[in-house]
């Protein structure tokens, strides 16, 4: 079967660094794309790998190793604002998004 | 932010009752998504458009059914709404279907069945 990996929940100080790891098994690959999602809001776009490396996108980050199926998001500097939940969706081979349960990420002063 | 809005963004139905919800897009995207979203889950692929009347089921497509007779609207239908089928609805949109196809998502409409 197909299947995505994320903690259910982390907690960060405001200013400080978070990781937030996603393992993934699916049939195929043909990319991973990191949602965030604010409480009672629509999931908004925030990277896209598709192949090994790191991506940098501002005070985000992701990065992703196919070998080991596994990709992280990295934010930095966080804010108040950064308290949502984080999505992490593998593209199988049929192009159809497999989604993980998400990540509710809260922040504190 | 894309046009995508989604009606009724609030719903209280009674089980055995069919449902209607509609989405509706001014991007004149070609790829169009139905999601449910439930607590511990991920979001969940119910329905997809790939064009004027060419759908097809996802994962999770059994009690429910789509029609899209125009580029701007994809409409779900819950025949006969079950206790099961209380979630969150969401609605996607894709300008294209493969391997980059940053998916843009309506505000969601909230569904419960009693």
């Known amino acids: 079967g197909q299947n995505i990996d994320q903690p259910t929940e982390m907690t960060a100080t405001e200013g400080a660094i978070v990781q937030i790891n996603c393992t993934y098994q699916?049939?195929?690959?043909?990319?991973l794309f990191w949602y965030q999602q604010h409480a009672g809001e629509a999931p908004t776009f925030l990277s896209y790998?598709?192949l090994d490396g790191l991506e940098e996108k501002g005070r985000f980050s992701s990065f992703l190793s196919r070998s080991k199926g596994y990709s992280y998001l990295l934010l930095k500097e966080l804010q108040m604002k950064d308290s949502a939940s984080y999505l992490c969706?593998?593209?199988?081979?049929?192009?159809?998004?497999?989604w993980g349960a998400g990540t509710k990420l809260i922040i504190k002063p | 932010d894309a046009g995508i809005t989604q009606s009724p963004r609030h719903k209280v139905t009674e089980t055995g009752t069919p449902v209607t919800l509609r989405c509706h897009q001014t991007?004149?995207?070609?790829?169009m998504y139905w999601y449910r979203q439930d607590p511990g889950h991920g979001l969940r692929l119910i329905h997809y458009?790939?064009?004027?009347?060419?759908?097809d089921k996802g994962e999770v497509s059994d009690g429910y059914s789509v029609s899209r007779s125009k580029t701007e609207d994809f409409l779900l239908t819950l025949e006969s709404a079950t206790s099961s089928q209380t979630s969150v609805y969401f609605c996607?949109?894709?300008?294209?279907?493969?391997?980059?196809?940053?998916?843009?998502f309506g505000p969601g409409t909230r569904l419960t069945v009693l």
């Open positions: 996607a949109i894709s300008e294209v279907g493969g391997s980059y196809n940053e998916q843009f």
């Open positions: 991007e004149n995207h070609r790829y």
């Open positions: 458009s790939y064009g004027v009347k060419d759908t």
């Open positions: 699916t049939s195929g690959f043909n990319g």
């Open positions: 790998n598709v």
């Open positions: 969706a593998v593209l199988d081979s049929n192009y159809q998004l497999i």
